[in-house]
């Protein structure tokens, strides 16, 4: 069967990178911004990056106690200025700008604790293009972003910066070309989905028993494909609506949760939907724990808009292209996975394998984030 080892290999390959992903416990507490206004004669920027990711990249914590203390910046003052200097690049009118911070210091946020480096940049004329080059943490995560909020006469403007698009180009003579950032964020949206493997665990979770039936205390294979797809629209629609509706709430700054809550709210609800498939208590209803649980993905999604602080219009293409990368991504494992699985439904390697296995593997590995997740420091 062709597909048999396209479903094992998803499987199986999904799994093991979940264990090994050592961005597993926290979405985007570890991303870094940059943020720069203009004014009259004057770029005030400020670069910010989490403790965690720093003591990562450079080596903080001397006594290896897990707690960087100010003793121990103070020691590697030096290092972290030296840090931001060799990793965020300006060129302003094509001519090299160093930074040179003039105050460091830690600010403690819902998501983490967050070293911030202030500078100033004198501008005696108007700067016509800006670039910017940021490769902070990419060297120890390469699933860490950096985001960049630009504010200047009034507008704002946005960009991300990951290890395939370590730069970003403004020309202040030209038109604002926020559509082309919109892709950048879709980009981005699609990655997080495909990276943030909690996120594909429970979709997997919930799409496993869409091509079966409960009967007699057991699943069995669905006789036709058409239920099977309207009982997977009702639940990736479901998951859908719920995280773009919380998504926007928490971007535009509505409802703010800390990750604390939200970390470990995400790994239970890839438990509940793994459990449920070896002692189901839904069967039905699973369009609404779907959506239940979906509202508590949303704020997962959105740590790095709430940190930038964006409102109005300058939020709109961000908010827009994120979440139509994050659905993109989304539909892209629903079309891999459900045709694989409606193929094997009625095989051992379905109903044993993915159903029985696969659904421990998942119950064990959500079991192992919640813990870990609940005494993390974040």
């Given at each position: ?312 219009a300058s939020l709109a293409w961000p908010l827009v292209g994120f979440n139509l990368g994050v659905e ?51």
């Open positions: 069967m062709p597909f048999a080892p396209l479903l094992a290999l998803l499987l199986a390959g999904l799994v093991c990178l979940s264990c090994g992903s050592s961005r597993c416990d926290a979405h985007q507490a570890g991303d870094g911004f940059v943020l720069l206004t203009f004014t009259n004669g004057l770029i005030a920027g400020r670069v910010e990056l989490a403790l965690r990711e720093l003591d990562t990249a450079i080596g903080l914590d001397e006594d290896g106690d897990g707690v960087v203390s100010h003793a121990e910046l103070k020691q590697h003052r030096g290092d972290l200025v030296a840090y931001v200097q060799t990793n965020v690049l300006l060129r302003i009118d094509d001519l090299p700008t160093p930074i040179r911070p003039h105050d460091l210091r830690v600010e403690e946020r819902l998501s983490s604790a967050f070293l911030v480096w202030r500078f100033d940049i004198p501008t005696p004329t108007p700067p016509r293009t800006l670039d910017l080059t940021y490769h902070c943490v990419f060297e120890v995560d390469p699933l860490h972003r950096g985001y960049l909020k630009l504010e200047r006469g009034g507008k704002v403007s946005t960009g991300m910066f990951n290890p395939e698009t370590p730069s970003q180009h403004f020309d202040f003579t030209g038109p604002p070309g926020a559509q082309a950032r919109l892709r950048t964020f879709v980009r981005d949206g699609i990655w997080h989905i495909w990276t943030g493997y909690d996120h594909i665990l429970f979709l997997l979770a919930l799409l496993l028993p869409a091509v079966s039936l409960r009967s007699n205390g057991a699943w069995i294979p669905a006789p036709r494909l058409a239920p099977a797809l309207w009982k997977v629209l009702q639940t990736v629609t479901a998951f859908t609506l719920a995280h773009s509706v919380t998504l926007s709430l928490a971007a535009l700054g509505i409802v703010r949760t800390s990750p604390r809550v939200v970390e470990p709210l995400i790994a239970l609800s890839v438990g509940v939907a793994a459990l449920n498939n070896l002692r189901p208590f839904f069967l039905d209803r699973s369009w609404m724990v779907a959506f239940g649980f979906g509202l508590i993905h949303g704020f997962g999604f959105a740590s790095a808009l709430q940190e930038m602080d964006l409102a109005g993109a991504g989304q539909a892209v494992v629903v079309l891999l996975f459900v045709p694989a699985a409606f193929w094997l439904r009625d095989t051992r390697v379905y109903q044993l394998g993915a159903m029985r296995f696969g659904s421990g593997a998942i119950l064990l590995i959500a079991a192992f984030w919640f813990v870990q997740r609940l005494l993390s420091p974040v």
